[in-house]
């Protein structure tokens, strides 16, 4: 079984910054992209960003396009998303996921295999 682990998740003021970090453990399947997801309270789970786990392309959610990076280390199997200039519409639980490209569009939730557990993000006004 693959287990995704989040951490990074905290508080933090708008205009701040914070840096998630999922990481894969057990066995680990090959996947064709990892992506992030974040569920606020009361709505529905949206895509975030995701990358390619082999060629690097990443995609972004056109609301923190230009404020957040993703990025990966292939030999740790870990996925990274860099948050700059948060507002407090970022606040929400933000997931990772694994995506192998058969089920479906890389920004729908359903797409995605394994899940991590999330890590809270907070964003103060």
């Known amino acids: 079984q693959m287990q995704l682990v989040e951490s990074g998740g905290g508080l933090v003021q708008a205009g701040g910054s914070l840096r998630l970090s999922c990481a894969a453990s057990?066995?680990?399947?090959?996947?064709?992209?990892m992506g992030w997801f974040r569920q606020a309270p009361g709505k529905e789970r949206e895509f975030v960003a995701t990358?390619?786990?082999?060629?690097?392309?990443?995609y972004y959610a056109d609301s923190v396009k230009g404020r957040f990076t993703i990025s990966r280390d292939n030999a740790k199997n870990t996925v990274y998303l860099q948050m700059n200039l948060l507002k407090p519409e970022d606040t929400a639980v933000y997931y990772c996921?694994?995506?192998?490209?058969?089920?479906?569009?890389?920004?729908?939730?359903?797409?995605?295999?394994?899940w991590g557990q999330g890590t809270q993000v907070t964003v103060s006004s």
């Open positions: 996921a694994t995506y192998y490209g058969t089920r479906g569009p890389p920004q729908v939730a359903s797409a995605y295999g394994y």
């Open positions: 990358i390619g786990w082999s060629t690097g392309n990443e």
């Open positions: 057990g066995r680990i399947y090959p996947h064709y992209a």
